[in-house]
T-cell receptor
C-alpha cells in the first residue's frame, strides 16, 4: 500500500529556532516529494519539493533533506517565525497516476514569539 | 492569473441528500484532482480527471462521482450523504505533464447534519 508516514503530529518551537518534520515512505517508485503548507481556512500551498536525484534542496529558510536508502525525507525550517505557524504536509507521487499525491498525516507547527 | 476556484465555499446538507461541488482549474491546466480533508485525517485522494476522462479514483464508494467538462472545469457529486462525509473538499489542478506541481483551491466545506 502506498503510504507516507509523517511525524510529529504537532510541534511547538520558539521564535528563531529550527523546526524539523520527518516523513517516511514505502513505495520505492515514488520520485517526487513536495511539502505543502496550509493555513486555517486555506488550501494547501506548495512550499518546496525535491526529486530523489539530490539529497538536499534549500529555498530560503526551508530545506528538504532526502535519504533514498532509508526512504525518508524531512523538512527543516530555519529561524522559525510566528508566521510559519501552520499545518505542514509531506507528500509523494510516482507518476503512474499523473501528478496524484499521497499525503502524510500533517504536522501542526506552532512558533511562539 | 486566477488560481483554482471552488464553489460553494460552504454547504450544509441533510443526511441522504446529494451535494454538488464545483471547481475551475487554472487557465491552461487540463488535469483536475479532488481530495477529501476530514478533520484529523489528512488529505485523501478522491478522483483524477484529465482531458474530460476519469483517470483514477481513490478508495471511496461509488456514491462519490464527478465529471470534467470541455472547458476543464469539474464537479464532484456526493450522493446519499452520510454524516462522515462532512469534510473540506479540495480541488487541485495541473498541466497534463506527469510530475508537475499541483495547485490547490481554497476548498468547499461540506457539513452533513
Amino acid at each position: 500500500q502506498q503510504q507516507v508516514k509523517q511525524s510529529p503530529q504537532s510541534l511547538i518551537v520558539q521564535k528563531g529556532g529550527i523546526s524539523i518534520i520527518n516523513c517516511a515512505y514505502e513505495n520505492t517508485a515514488f520520485d517526487y516529494f513536495p511539502w505543502y503548507q496550509q493555513f486555517p481556512g486555506k488550501g494547501p500551498a506548495l512550499l518546496i519539493a525535491i526529486r530523489p536525484d539530490v539529497s538536499e534542496k534549500k529555498e530560503g529558510r526551508f530545506t528538504i533533506s532526502f535519504n533514498k536508502s532509508a526512504k525518508q525525507f524531512s523538512l527543516h525550517i530555519m529561524d522559525s517565525q510566528p508566521g510559519d505557524s501552520a499545518t505542514y504536509f509531506c507528500a509523494a507521487s510516482d507518476g503512474t497516476s499523473g501528478s496524484r499525491l499521497t499525503f502524510g498525516e500533517g504536522t501542526q507547527l506552532t512558533v511562539n514569539p | 492569473e486566477a488560481g483554482v476556484t471552488q464553489s460553494p465555499t460552504h454547504l450544509i446538507k441533510t443526511r441522504g441528500q446529494q451535494a454538488t461541488l464545483r471547481c475551475s482549474p487554472i487557465s491552461g491546466h487540463t488535469s483536475v484532482y479532488w481530495y477529501q480533508q476530514a478533520l484529523g485525517l489528512g488529505l485523501q485522494f478522491l478522483l483524477w480527471y484529465d482531458e474530460g476522462e476519469e483517470r483514477n479514483r481513490g478508495n471511496f464508494p461509488p456514491r462519490f462521482s464527478g465529471r470534467q467538462f470541455p472547458n476543464y472545469s469539474s464537479e464532484l457529486n456526493v450522493n446519499a450523504l452520510e454524516l462522515e462525509d462532512s469534510a473540506l473538499y479540495l480541488c487541485a489542478s495541473t498541466t497534463g505533464h506527469v510530475g508537475n506541481t499541483i495547485y490547490f483551491g481554497e476548498g468547499s466545506w461540506l457539513t452533513v447534519v
